[in-house]
């Protein structure tokens, strides 16, 4: 397992303004992944963070709007830019374990609203 | 198009009863997971199942993975108000899990 550390754990934030969410790992991983997970619904895949490299973003989600960085193998960091009330959610940090049956371990979340 | 299909999406019971929600797939998958969310926290992995026909029990919890490893269900029995959260089903492949739209679980005491 792994102990994922995510700061704020929760925001009350003004309509475009920017938040950045930490996340800290216990130990080294390689990927670090982002999800979404709006109001009722289930997780979707924002982007995963690799050490030394660029995000890696999926299908409807863009640098500009969720900028990422990677500084080591512990740390990453997720901003939501130019914030509306639909970006109102909760964002969660992850780290995977394993490379065929991979696991998933969460960090708390942050709830993020967006006012 | 889901790759794991969750049944059903909610579910409000009373303490005390039973329940069995579902995650269906037309895949095959070398194995598949269960995780509980509780309000304001992150998905907690439950159990990996990975033997098609395979049986797990966490106290109260039973999961099942189907013989043609294309399913599996999870039977909550006396189901407490502790049990109250969102049971994600997943699949975890090669550096990545996939997760289903989940069943959304209130047990009312």
């Known amino acids: 397992s792994a102990v994922i550390s995510q700061k704020p754990s929760r925001d009350i934030c003004q309509r475009g303004t920017s938040l950045t969410i930490q996340c800290q790992v216990d130990?080294?991983?390689?990927?670090m992944f982002w999800y979404r997970q709006q109001p009722g619904q289930s997780l979707t895949l924002i982007a995963t963070?690799?050490?030394?490299?660029?995000?890696?973003?999926e299908s409807g989600f863009v640098i500009d709007k969720f900028p990422i960085s990677r500084p080591n193998l512990t740390f990453s960091t997720l901003t939501v830019s130019n914030m509306s009330p639909e970006d109102s959610s909760i964002y969660l940090c992850s780290v995977e374990r394993g490379t065929t049956n991979t696991e998933a371990f969460f960090g708390q979340g942050t709830r993020l609203t967006v006012v | 198009t889901q790759l794991l299909e969750q049944s059903p999406q909610f579910l409000s019971i009373q303490e005390g009863e039973n329940l069995t929600v579902y995650c269906n797939s037309s895949?095959?998958?070398?194995?598949l997971q269960w995780y509980r969310q509780e309000p304001g926290e992150g998905p907690v992995l439950l159990v990996t199942?990975?033997?098609?026909?395979e049986v797990k029990k966490l106290k109260r919890l039973t999961f099942q993975f189907g013989d043609a490893r294309k399913d599996s269900s999870l039977h909550i029995t006396a189901a407490q108000p502790g049990d109250t959260g969102l049971y994600l089903c997943?699949?975890?492949?090669?550096?990545?899990?996939?997760f289903g739209i989940g069943t959304k679980l209130q047990v009312i005491p």
């Open positions: 997943a699949y975890g492949g090669y550096q990545k899990v996939t």
């Open positions: 130990s080294q991983v390689t990927m």
């Open positions: 963070a690799n050490q030394g490299s660029e995000a890696t973003y």
């Open positions: 199942v990975v033997t098609g026909g």
């Open positions: 895949s095959v998958f070398s194995s």
